[in-house]
């Protein structure tokens, strides 16, 4: 684990995007919440938030922090599900990891909630969206707007 | 959860993939292993095993299971890092969503290994490879040749 | 930990009970579902299915257990929420403690998600309601009728 | 998760009660100490102050904290066990779930030590009973006086 | 981690020791039973225990395990504290480091509960003393009598 | 837990040491690299490091702090393996338990990738080699030399 003693907390964030492709059939379905299990998008956005929160037990190398938000919002779109998520922290290192992994599991309870209907589902383009805080500052990735799908700040 | 009390416990396996794209640049750095944190591929194995035993605890609605083998390969390929997995167990319902949170967090590991060569890579096709046995039977994803680079059968 | 090497796994199941009682006020805020950190009921479903796999891990003599169903029903009240939670596994021994340790996570949820609304609400009527299989036999808890809300076998 | 970025990190600390209700015969049997799984009430204590450490992994919303405090003491009374407890950190939020959950988790475990006695024990008055620090200021539950029991400051 | 999927599941059992040396004054310190965090070895073995049960947490390959008993004792002698642990499970492969982890944690505990008194402490001799089931048999450390101090089979 | 509300964060650092002792015979094996599990040394390193940040979870009385550093190195020797830890942290409370917990585990990750080859190896010499920082100052352990094999700062 790289040695942050001494640098300094600072605010920091990161944001991050994950896509769960799916037929149009397997959309519909979870459209009409038909499912018994329960509100795929909601369940999505709990596993999410309570995965950043265990971000270092999973990434070996990653810093315990102590987060002051996380937030994951998971919205149908027309050949799948859209997860965009959130992570803050004051601290000496960096949240990226926190908001991939938030993304990551988001999309994988989506794909455990839905299997029974399409056990083909793809999870594509889990990349980092921006990160601010830092030595190295802003970083935002190349072609991606501000995206009005993104998680609230504010919000729970 | 879904109630599995009456189904038997039987032989169920899964596989699953994921790949990291990276700038060849990034590639070239991991060969030639100079990562001061250590293997990145190695520790990415490792990585994933160990979430593999966590998923009942990632994926809200998924049954805890006595697994009986996990194992993740990272190769390193053309414009990326390929990431195989495959789970195993005996009981009442499947591995899949192990396979694929182990294929999952080996990636994301590559991820925080590498993310000061290249804030830009992308996670990638983390899909179920296959799965046997359970009262749906076997899947096969479509145009997936059985992979070289797949986790051998009775390996760590 | 008590020695249960020597038992054979049987089918056992538990039923457990809490309720969460708040001012009318509270519940007419819940009932409006204008909490914006989600709905509440349900986040709290999923925090107490969550934390009966981890029983073991909460309880220091508690044995972990393959459970092969949980489920949480909390339902609005003329005084507050009802919890209801039902557990089961194939195993030595029983899951009296998994249904409890549901019940009382989803109603500190409920504490959690409303506790902005109102600080004093009380966790009561913590209690095990039924639990079937093992040497034992069957415990029903005396002058609890067969609850319309308890959670249907089979649901997820 | 609600957005603590902004807030500056204060001392913060709770206090939460619990009561696990049982027969006088049960209550004979404990403070004779004759359980073979060990002392109910110091095993109590402890498995609540780890469980008050995972509070944030078991309440979804809830931010992680470094505590600085948790204590539980549980004492036979009249017709039970009396549970109480106390967490605090310097942090941007409350420690009011950390408190709770401690009081449940030795409550159950209570339970569990317990349970071959008398499974009709019931936990009932679970409930904050003072929080203090950050921006909305100290709270003190109506009518708890000052309990004899309570945990004191500056004990382990 | 090793494929077990054909082992077919059987009764297994290990046993393992430590012990903590310390000064004879550190020892006196806990034989008076004056340490306000609480009873070092009490406490010692429920960390013992319940680090057992979560020993596929901690060693990467190995595979998780109900386990059916786990019991840790930690008793004060000559030049320190000696610690015997048990473990079982019916399952498809050894519980030897369960039993270790738990001899481990335990002893480790001991050292954080009396390291106000004596940094020095150290542990040693933690080692499997004995092993049975599966296809290689039995294993008995040579040299190492039956000890009188063994958690006995069947208390908690 | 010791209240440490009222003491102010400050830079702490501690070292650990462990000595896992095998025949030669087990030692040849493991430099020739044959392990089909992967490298041993490797593996512990990571697993230390992972436990280390787990440290609250498995010491009851340990309170949770965010780490800054923490690393392993496991070095083969004459007559076995060495393995000295480094933890660090800038809070109210020491980091001894996190680099003893990180010694512990990478050792008993070393037994269990080995035990094949032996069952015998046995974990000694577990002791604290330095803490810095604090109210208590500097401790150095008598008769430890600077180690040539401790972990450097600055490394992963």
Same mark, same amino acid.
């Given at each position: 684990? =790289?040695?942050?003693?001494?640098?300094? !907390?600072?605010?920091?964030?990161?944001?991050?995007h994950a896509? =769960?492709?799916?037929?149009?059939?397997?959309?519909?379905?979870?459209?009409?919440?038909k499912? !018994?299990?329960g509100?795929?998008l909601?369940?999505?956005?709990?596993?999410?938030?309570?995965?950043?929160?265990r971000?270092?037990?999973?990434?070996?190398?990653?810093?315990p922090l102590p987060?002051?938000?996380?937030? =994951?919002?998971?919205?149908?779109c027309?050949?799948?599900?859209?997860?965009?998520?959130?992570a803050?922290?004051?601290? !000496?290192?960096?949240v990226?990891?926190?908001a991939l =992994?938030?993304?990551a599991?988001?999309?994988?309870?989506?794909?455990?909630?839905c299997?029974?209907?399409?056990?083909?589902m793809?999870?594509?383009?889990?990349?980092?969206?921006?990160k601010?805080g830092?030595?190295?500052?802003r970083?935002?990735r !190349?072609?991606?707007?501000?995206?009005?799908?993104?998680?609230?700040?504010?919000?729970?």
């Amino acid at each position: 684990m =790289v040695d942050v003693s001494e640098k300094p !907390p600072t605010t920091r964030a990161a944001e991050a995007h994950a896509f =769960v492709r799916m037929q149009p059939a397997t959309l519909r379905s979870i459209r009409q919440l038909k499912n !018994p299990k329960g509100d795929p998008l909601e369940i999505a956005r709990i596993a999410g938030i309570a995965a950043a929160k265990r971000t270092s037990e999973l990434i070996p190398l990653c810093h315990p922090l102590p987060l002051t938000h996380v937030d =994951v919002v998971a919205k149908l779109c027309k050949n799948g599900i859209e997860v965009s998520s959130r992570a803050a922290t004051t601290g !000496p290192t960096g949240v990226e990891m926190e908001a991939l =992994v938030a993304a990551a599991v988001a999309s994988l309870t989506i794909y455990d909630m839905c299997k029974a209907l399409e056990r083909g589902m793809e999870i594509t383009e889990l990349f980092l969206v921006e990160k601010t805080g830092g030595k190295s500052g802003r970083y935002r990735r !190349p072609g991606t707007a501000r995206m009005a799908s993104k998680p609230a700040r504010g919000r729970a």
